[in-house]
């Protein structure tokens, strides 16, 4: 096991079944595949919500009163994972389009 790459083990979040990935860390990495398959559920709801849990773990106390937290992902392990936020883009202008 590398430091160099992030380790996710049974990934069961949504519909994900009981996946398990190595990802390479410092490398631009794209998630694809058809509706249904499980993109958001590995990228927020398993890679994120995991990383902003770490991420609120070494702010104080004080600070995490003031947060919004994720639940844990349903996951067996998670390896090398850093700590994580997002940007929430807004889109005042509501159409059809959609941005990326």
Do not use: C
Not at 61 to 87: C, G, Q, S
């Amino acid at each position: 096991m590398s430091a160099k790459d992030l380790i996710i083990e049974g990934a069961k979040q949504n519909n994900l079944k009981n996946i398990s990935l190595k990802l390479p860390h410092n490398k631009f990495i794209t998630i694809t595949g058809v509706s249904g398959s499980g993109k958001s559920s590995l990228a927020f709801d398993t890679i994120f919500a995991e990383g902003q849990w770490r991420f609120i773990e070494s702010l104080s106390t004080y600070a995490r009163l003031f947060l919004e937290k994720m639940d844990r992902p349903e996951v067996e392990a998670i390896h090398n994972i850093r700590p994580a936020i997002a940007l929430e883009q807004r889109n005042p202008v509501k159409t059809s389009r959609s941005t990326v």
